[in-house]
């Protein structure tokens, strides 16, 4: 399905500006979910608006029945309801994000009634056979889903690392003894909960089953190289989990590992490059003093573990407001800095939005609205029928569907259509009335819905009557959705139009999915309801950059020098398109701080309900020059999820250095592979060729190589592969090898070819080739050769290229030592070079007024240094003066004063 599927608010602007400090306090907390519960287990509003509305609680943890003292029963599976994103969805801020809810699973959903229960991991390693634990993760992934209606979307597990010592009272949650089991088997549930759309979490970081003595929460008695590896091998994995857990120990008895920097900041977070959401266990940050004793007291824990550790969020299940006070002070006074906490922050709202929204379940009640929902013109776009495209529905054929149709018809959904809630209309006081309309509808019947489903984009246009002056989208698109944000149901939204326009921060923040479904015409709206049902995988990929802004900033074939300036993240850009960029800390103006420009979405960008894992060969030639014109690679896809989807594989280059500036990135090829089915391989063999790595340099329209010009090729929209960065999705370095060609004489030579075919012994423009190459022409040759050829107007009798080119436009044959006084060049002589193998006779003629300003050539200059500045030496032209029509020349003059 060529659609494009965004999951949002994962781009949500940073909420670093939206947020007070007691605010982004409480989103670093993760409580129990017991707070929010009455004496008698039931969901109590009065605790939901405490902790969610007022507090800004980032996440809750366990079962209700997570505690042995209370039964399964005292706490039903329908209430899990109560719990769910749209039960929750009333006491949600504005500016915030919904908290997410995490739960244990170690073998099976096993906190839930009604759930299967699996043998324990060790068990599970026994049978050697990954696919056991990868069986057993995704059941239990789904049935979380399921059995709390949606309502817990982060697992925590599995447990990573080599069983130690047999004493061990975990021993059991281990794969066993071996590092090669852990890492499959570990790798192999990892998967599983990623690919059913929740959060795993890997723990614990780091060493935690090495007991040096075999009791809990005792320190390993060493670094193990072995534990290591099992970290490094899944962290580095096709799917690495989405959060780590820190360990209750420490590594070799020093520093606790929650508040240790060397381990998490520049071990994980530095050589293991972990970008994901990091979280304490079980209230360790207070362990710190009371266990520990590693802290006098609860604000220097608080500041050892946001400030010095790579920690997001503090699992401090009971009574936040100390936290909550020592994280504001902290932040009041600069000794936690506000772009560490900031970053935090857009980790956990990536996180947050790491469960899908689509597909959406089966008999999902939606109501549909918005202005492109039910518009055969609009979805149809220009060059329909008519110039600027339809305004009439009943001028296409009855086979034509409409989005709304489509969805109503779809026997997966419950839909029903509601008209009209908005329009295009700029009118303040036309989109009043429809809003009004809409709201009076959705006060009466929003319980009604499972979903609002939007559709959202452009009217029909084509060419100067669609100019436009803004990318803003109209304000009562943007109106519309402020107003269904403001009832429970999550919002899908159907993009449809030929050009991305700006979605604003508030619209991008009451959306849970986007499809663009571009401009798909009268029968494309079945496959747009079998994406939102899961019928079928979305496999398309923006044939854009998605801009973030007016300027259009951020573009991937934009110069490297395209930088924008680190100011506020309002203004800036959403922090959790890369939790890591220096986007997610800016503090302000005057900023010195210059970085990548960002896009909303990335060119390529597009996901699908299924993952894939890329694996690269090495490139076929470290050299691409004329003789071997190409370079490729060969990457090995898989289909690594449950789904079957189709692929498209896209290869990019990164010019390391070139004397003019090289774009970010450039796609170099691209592979659309047929269906994969789950677990499914092909080989996709991509190459760039020699002539895409030329780029203008003199000239703006004629194609240059540089000689040494060395390159990487990178695979995916994501890869940054220039300066040797980019891991295993970038290739190793390629060099340009131009073999002595020069582009001036490759084109002064195909004129000759043209205009006098053999005139150079017969050899095709080899020889011709080979006597430039002794003194390059200049473009001033070129561009005189070309005109004197290609724009000599007919005559009778026809002109005489091959004197022109010879002697008009550049008297190629004259002797370089020679004055003016010399004489030409004779028959004799002319035919003397000829027997040397240079040119046959050439008769001089002069072209009419059509080349006036080309009659005078020159000979290339010759460069010499004097005196440490580089000059160009003048040359002699045809007439024995110098001459100053040719700009070509290399000579580069480097003053040094």
């Known amino acids: 399905m060529l659609f494009t599927i965004f999951l949002l608010p994962l781009f949500l602007p940073s909420l670093s500006a939206l947020l007070t400090d007691r605010q982004k306090a409480g989103q670093l907390l993760q409580l129990s979910v017991s707070n929010l519960l009455s004496p008698s287990l039931e969901v109590d509003p009065a605790k939901l608006s405490y902790y969610i509305t007022e507090l800004h609680i980032g996440s809750f943890l366990d079962s209700p029945t997570s ?46 009634s009604n759930s299967s229960i699996y043998p324990q991991p060790v068990s599970q390693a026994a049978t050697f056979d990954p696919l056991s634990s990868s069986s057993a993760s995704l059941v239990a992934a789904e049935e979380t889903t399921a059995l709390t209606a949606g309502a817990y979307r982060w697992v925590f597990s599995p447990l990573l690392g080599v069983a130690g010592s047999p004493l061990w009272a975990r021993s059991w949650e281990t794969y066993g003894a071996s590092p090669l089991l852990a890492e499959r088997f570990s790798a192999a549930a990892v998967a599983a909960v990623e690919a059913a759309g929740l959060a795993s979490s890997a723990k614990h970081y780091r060493g935690y089953p090495g007991s040096r003595t075999g ?80 802290s006098p007291d609860l604000c220097d824990a608080v500041l050892s573990t946001l400030s010095l550790s790579g920690v ?95 969805l109503l018809s779809d026997p997966s959904f419950n839909a029903s259509l509601h008209l009209p809630c908005s329009s295009f209309d700029l009118s303040p006081a036309r989109n009043r009335a429809l809003l009004a309309a809409c709201k009076q509808h959705l006060d009466a019947n929003h319980t009604n819905y499972d979903y609002f489903v939007v559709g959202i984009g452009e009217q029909t246009y084509t060419e100067k009557p669609g100019d ?227 780029f203008a340099l003199d000239e703006p329209d004629r194609g240059v190589l540089q000689h040494g010009m060395a390159l990487r090729l990178g695979v995916g929209e994501a890869a940054l592969c220039r300066g040797g960065g980019g891991g295993d999705m970038c290739s190793g370095p390629v060099t340009v090898d131009k073999e002595g060609r020069d582009e001036r004489c490759d084109a002064g030579c195909a004129v000759w070819e043209r205009a006098c075919p053999g005139a150079w012994g017969g050899g095709g423009t080899g020889e011709c080739e080979a006597f430039c190459a002794a003194d390059p022409w200049g473009w001033d040759y070129v ?28 008297n190629l044959f004259a002797d370089p030592e020679c004055e003016a006084s010399c004489e030409a060049d004779t028959p004799k002589k002319t035919a003397e070079k000829a027997n040397r193998g240079l040119v046959p006779v050439v008769i001089e003629a002069v072209v009419g007024g059509l080349l006036v300003g080309f009659l005078v050539g020159r000979r290339k200059g010759r460069s010499e240094a004097l005196a440490g500045t580089y000059r160009t030496q003048p040359s002699r032209g045809p007439y024995g003066g110098s001459d100053d029509l040719d700009d070509d020349d290399d000579g580069i003059a480097l003053n040094r004063r």
Request: aromatic share 8%; net charge negative; charged share 15%.
């Open 468 to 694: 436009i002056r803004s990318l803003d989208i109209s304000p009562g698109q943007a109106e519309l959705i402020s107003l269904l944000a403001s009832y429970p149901p999550p919002i899908v939204g159907i993009y449809v139009g030929g050009r991305p326009r700006i979605l604003p921060p508030p619209l991008l923040a009451s959306l849970s999915a986007l499809v663009t479904a571009y401009l798909p015409g009268p029968s494309g709206s079945a496959a747009i309801s079998d994406v939102l049902s899961g019928a079928a995988s979305p496999s398309g990929r923006l044939p854009f950059d998605w801009p973030l802004f007016q300027d259009g900033a951020g573009a991937h074939d934009s110069l490297v020098t395209e930088k924008c300036t680190r100011s506020q993240p309002h203004l800036s850009a959403p922090a959790a398109l890369d939790p890591d960029s220096a986007f997610a800390t800016g503090e302000g103006f005057p900023s010195y701080d210059n970085v990548d420009c960002p896009s909303l979405f990335p060119f390529g960008h597009g996901l699908s309900y299924s993952t894939f894992s890329y694996s690269l060969s090495p490139v076929s030639s470290q050299t691409i020059s004329p003789s071997s014109p190409s370079v490729s690679l060969t990457v090995t896809v898989t289909n690594t999820g449950p789904v079957a989807s189709r692929h498209t594989v896209l290869l990019f280059s990164f010019a390391e250095f070139r004397r003019a500036t090289p774009p970010k990135k450039e796609l170099a090829d691209f592979l659309a592979l047929p269906l994969l089915q789950p677990g499914e391989s092909r080989d996709a063999t991509l190459s760039v060729s020699l002539r895409q790595l030329e």
């Open 783 to 810: 561009r005189c050769a070309e005109a004197a050829v290609y724009l000599a107007p007919p005559s009778s009798p026809p002109p005489d290229h091959c004197a022109s080119l010879s002697s008009s436009c550049k």
């Open 67 to 112: 505690s042995s003292e209370l039964p399964l029963s005292s706490f039903p599976q329908q209430r899990y309801a109560d719990l769910s994103p749209a039960a929750l969805a009333p006491y949600i801020p504005n500016n915030t994000l919904p908290p997410i809810l995490g739960i244990d699973s170690i073998h099976g959903a096993c906190y839930l």
């Open 312 to 406: 997001d969020m503090l699992m401090s299940p009971f009574d936040p407001e100390p936290v909550i006070d020592c994280i504001a002070s902290l932040l009041s006074s600069g000794l936690l800095p506000r772009p560490t906490v900031d970053a935090k922050l857009a980790r956990i709202s990536a996180l947050k939005n790491s469960a899908s929204t689509l597909p959406l379940p089966p008999s999902s009640r939606l109501l549909l609205t918005g202005p492109t929902i039910d518009s055969l013109p609009d979805q149809s776009g220009g060059w329909t029928f008519h110039w600027q495209g339809s305004t009439d529905a009943a001028e296409f054929p009855p086979s034509s569907v409409s989005i709304a149709s489509a």
């Open 215 to 294: 009791g809990d929460r005792v320190y390993p008695p060493g670094s193990s190289l072995a534990d290591l590896s099992v970290w490094s091998s899944l962290l580095s994995s096709p799917s690495p989990p989405s959060t780590v857990m820190t360990s209750y120990t420490s590594i070799n008895g020093r520093v606790p590992t929650t508040s240790d920097a060397a381990a998490l900041s520049s071990e994980l977070r530095g050589r293991l490059n972990y970008s994901g959401v990091v979280v304490t266990d079980f209230a360790e940050v207070t362990n710190l003093g009371g266990w520990h004793r590693a």
